[in-house]
């Protein structure tokens, strides 16, 4: 839903978050170090158990949940850089 919303919200974002959709689909991460592997630019915040990752040569963070028992991705906001600048994560 984040997804779906911030792409209306943003056209030129739509096709930096279907590349980026591809990519984490055809992933397995059984750990955050291979989340790393797959988009080295990724960050886990540890205090609130989400995973940042720059999106449209960082234009953008998806902010989201990643569990890798059940191989699901949850996307949590799609902020500007400049958005994600102004809150604490």
Avoid: C
Wanted: hydrophobic share 40%; net charge positive; glycine share 4%.
């Amino acid at each position: 839903m984040a997804v779906a919303k911030s792409a209306r919200k943003r056209a030129s974002l739509r096709t930096d978050l279907d590349r980026f959709l591809k990519i984490a689909r055809a992933a397995e991460w059984s750990h955050f170090p291979d989340v790393k592997r797959t988009f080295p630019a990724a960050e886990y915040v540890s205090s609130t158990g989400t995973v940042i990752f720059d999106v449209g040569g960082n234009r953008y963070r998806l902010i989201s949940r990643v569990d890798s028992d059940e191989q699901l991705l949850y996307i949590e906001q799609v902020l500007t850089r400049e958005e994600y600048d102004r809150k604490n994560f």
